[in-house]
């Protein structure tokens, strides 16, 4: 399948500060990407839909001055986590997907905010 | 929009023994039905999929079946394996790939 890479894996940041999570399709280009968050235990809960060139769609309930995503290119998008906070440790997880093929997902970024 | 349940939430089955695991959507204009396979701390695998025009599909010892009618899909390992121990996701989506997932089931086999 194809490959979806996802950077940092793991990353610690103190409370108040920003850090930002990229998700790069290698072999296709994504003409949208997903971004999803998982707390422990639970389901994979979408956060916001982006397709490149355009504005992130966010779902119910996510805050999207928090969440910002950029969907510069048809190969990268990103997540950037404003002023976070310790509830916003999660793993943070995105998919991407071309014009005809399902999606495929990144490795995962686990945020750990102290 | 679309709502997922996914039952059961955990399962223990013996090694050898089969294992189901159920889901049921509420969109009808759903046509796409994934399932993945995530192991602790790392991405859901896909390791099945079936589309609205398929009844039943199977792989080794994967099998899904999909009844559009009631709205319901099941994930059916067969001969279950120790490594076969992880959380399973069931989705669903419209085409767009913007995946509603279960709840997930944590199965465990015995050995």
């Known amino acids: 399948g194809a490959v979806v890479s996802q950077h940092p894996s793991r990353v610690i940041c103190k409370s108040g500060t920003s850090v930002k999570i990229e998700c790069r399709s290698l072999?296709?280009?994504?003409?949208?990407m997903f971004w999803y968050r998982q707390f422990p235990k639970q389901s994979l809960m979408l956060m916001a839909t982006s397709n490149e060139g355009s504005k992130a769609t966010y779902e119910q309930g996510v805050e999207k001055d928090k969440f910002l995503i950029n969907h510069a290119s048809l190969t990268l998008s990103t997540l950037t986590v404003t002023s976070a906070h310790p509830e916003d440790s999660s793993f943070y997880i995105c998919?991407?997907?071309?014009?005809?093929?399902?999606?495929?997902f990144g490795q995962g970024t686990r945020l750990t905010v102290v | 929009g679309e709502n997922v349940e996914q039952h059961p939430s955990t399962l223990s089955v013996q090694e050898g023994d089969s294992a189901v695991i159920k889901c049921t959507y509420s969109d009808s204009a759903s046509n796409y039905f994934p399932w993945y396979k995530q192991e602790l701390g790392k991405r859901p695998q896909l390791i099945i999929d079936?589309?609205?025009?398929?009844g039943e599909k199977k792989d080794q010892r994967i099998a899904v079946t999909l009844n559009k009618t009631a709205k319901h899909f099941s994930l059916h390992i067969t001969e279950t394996q120790p490594e076969d121990s992880a959380v399973y996701f069931c989705a669903a989506t419209s085409g767009t790939y913007k995946y509603i997932f279960g709840t997930g089931t944590r199965l465990k086999v015995l050995a």
């Open positions: 079936i589309r609205s025009n398929v």
């Open positions: 998919s991407a997907k071309d014009r005809v093929a399902e999606a495929f």
């Open positions: 072999d296709f280009q994504a003409t949208t």
